[in-house]
């Protein structure tokens, strides 16, 4: 057991309640690019089946089992086909930031039950420690996750949504330099991910933001509730 606590981003007995935020949150961020994708006119991942909320189709074993070991992975992009749109650059850009947003509406959302439970006197009637442990550890994990996935997939950067964004509203000649260089950017990507020097300067930061964001909405939840911050 020990052996395996070192070796996991989180405590093996916070584990299950990571594995319930990734679920959520990459389950919901992978449906939304198809969900939109379909509506738009492109029924390529529909027809894959990957336009659903099971998280079978959407995960990566690889990719999960990376984050759980080093705190970063990825589930399976849904296949987009940009020449099935009627106005390809501007529903491409709903395509791509509907994932991020998401999640960020998944931040919001986890924020605002949190503080209702507090607001609604719910936390402070539970007498039982392993219920409250759990209900701290979830929401502690899935609110500010959530919001680290908004900001980390806008990175415009390969193969991440912020890029798409970008290679979407960029004029046509440099669009054409954007996608020359692209195999280049990956590798400047998972350098900036991978290399604990410089990611101490990227994934670190983005860590302490998204968790300042998600006490921000708390507090602003618990405040608008009439309740005071936590």
Request: hydrophobic share 55%; no cysteine; net charge neutral.
């Amino acid at each position: 057991m020990d052996s395996l606590d070192r070796i996991l981003v989180y405590p093996l007995q916070q584990l299950p309640f990571f594995l319930i935020t990734i679920v959520i949150a990459f389950t919901v961020h992978e449906f939304a690019h198809a969900y939109f994708a379909n509506k738009f006119g492109d029924p390529t991942a529909r027809l894959l089946g990957r336009m659903t909320l099971n998280p079978a189709v959407h995960f990566d074993l690889f990719g999960i089992i990376l984050l759980l070991i080093a705190g970063f992975g990825w589930a399976r992009p849904v296949p987009v086909n940009r020449d099935n749109f009627s106005r390809p650059r501007l529903m491409g850009v709903i395509v791509s930031a509907a994932g991020p947003i998401s999640n960020l509406l998944l931040g919001i959302l986890g924020a605002l039950i949190y503080a209702a439970l507090f607001a609604t006197g719910v936390m402070e009637s539970i007498t039982n420690e392993q219920l409250l442990r759990a209900i701290y550890w979830f929401f502690g994990m899935f609110i500010p996750f959530n919001f680290f996935l908004f900001v980390f997939n806008l990175i415009p950067l390969p193969p991440l949504d912020g890029y798409r964004i970008v290679e979407d509203i960029a004029p046509g000649p440099i669009r054409g330099k954007l996608q020359q260089y692209e195999q280049w950017t990956v590798f400047i990507f998972l350098l900036i991910i991978f290399i604990p020097g410089l990611s101490a300067y990227t994934i670190r930061p983005l860590n302490t933001w998204s968790q300042q964001i998600a006490t921000d909405f708390i507090n602003l939840f618990l405040k608008l509730f009439g309740y005071g911050a936590l």
